[in-house]
């Protein structure tokens, strides 16, 4: 499927209280709508990925897969602050005629959120089946779900959390501290903090994975100085991400991971936050997620009204809920089986 964009021409309203002189946001769409527009599948995506979602979520979604175009009307957009067609950085700010890099300003979990309201109702969806979202996905989903009551029927939310950690911080701090020591972060150009970029990425991956995951892929096959496989590997993924995205997106994107915090300017407790979101609710944790441990999954499905908790098992870590698409399949059709038998029942006690 081809990407398609949404111009929203009219000044977009940040959090932080500034604007955006208009709004862009591409996105992909997979099947057809039905009759009473209720089969949406949307989907909210991590914080480097895009709007193809069959590319980085096979086996969850595809052709043949629990999510697919003959039953389902799929959504992915690509997020606020992004560089793979929504505005972001390297959009040309339509008052000064040039690209924006550095001088974009700070987004929110939240901003992203009102993006995706603004083309929900571009598209004339009415109600979502199924919001699903994983890492900075689930985070978007959350506040969508939150600041929009009705927004879906149902939340399926995967490692992520209803406030981003100290721990969290503290790694998306290190990794622009990376960024901007790349003194061509500052020269607002195309090829601006490439370096630091790949630095980046390389700290970020050490919270995606963990000690197991390096030890049974990363281990040299016989010893040796030098040329280690985990210094090779971590090299590999930094210029393989500096290829396909740009320092100015990771800066302002992983401020944004930041910011979620469901309490912020909302009430004073995560537990009456949470307790607002309406829709039936899948909360999946990965048992080895150093960056999203299981104890943040726990607590969203103690303080969502109607939740359920399930957790996965994967060597990879956070990055468990991008591989591990069996298990996923697996709770989730479940979690859908369980709901019907509810419904099914309460209509019979109605009758």
């Known amino acids: 499927m081809s990407q398609k964009t949404y111009i929203h021409k009219k000044r977009f309203s940040l959090e932080s209280g500034l604007s955006l002189p208009q709004l862009e946001i591409a996105y992909h769409t997979y099947g057809t709508l039905n009759a009473d527009k209720s089969n949406v599948i949307w989907v909210c995506h991590a914080l480097t990925a895009n709007s193809e979602v069959f590319d980085w979520w096979s086996g969850l979604f595809g052709e043949n897969d629990l999510f697919n175009p003959n039953e389902h009307f799929i959504v992915c957009a690509n997020n606020l602050g992004s560089c793979y067609g929504t505005t972001g950085p390297f959009s040309i700010n339509p008052d000064t005629k040039q690209r924006w890099y550095s001088y974009f300003p700070h987004i929110t979990i939240r901003d992203i959120a009102n993006g995706l ?128 995205f740009n320092a100015y997106s990771y800066v302002r994107l992983s401020e944004a991971m930041d910011s979620h915090d469901v309490i912020r300017d909302r009430c004073f407790s995560v537990e009456s936050a949470l307790n607002e979101i309406n829709a039936d609710t899948l909360v999946i944790g990965v048992t080895t997620d150093v960056l999203f441990p299981i104890e943040e999954q726990k607590l969203l499905a103690k303080c969502i009204k109607r939740s359920v908790y399930k957790e996965i098992e994967s060597l990879y870590g956070h990055d468990g809920f991008l591989i591990e698409t069996k298990q996923l399949t697996k709770h989730i059709t479940e979690f859908f089986e369980t709901n019907n038998k509810q419904i099914k029942q309460l209509t019979t006690l109605n009758k």
């Not at 050490?206 to 197991?212: T, V």
């Open 117 to 244: 309201q603004l083309l929900k109702q571009h598209l004339g969806i009415e109600k979502i089946h199924t919001l699903i979202g994983g890492s900075q996905g689930g985070q978007i989903a959350q506040e969508w779900a939150l600041q929009n009551k009705s927004v879906t029927d149902n939340l399926i939310l995967i490692a992520t959390n209803a406030q981003h950690s100290p721990w969290g911080i503290a790694f998306n701090e290190s990794q622009r501290l990376a960024i901007k020591a790349d003194r061509t972060y500052f020269s607002n150009s195309d090829n601006g903090g490439e370096k630091g970029l790949q630095a980046a990425r390389s700290i970020a991956l050490l919270s995606y994975r963990n000690y197991d995951t390096y030890k049974e892929t990363q281990t040299d096959i016989k010893p040796q100085v030098g040329n280690h496989a985990a210094a090779s590997y971590q090299r590999y993924q930094g210029e393989k991400l500096v290829k396909r």
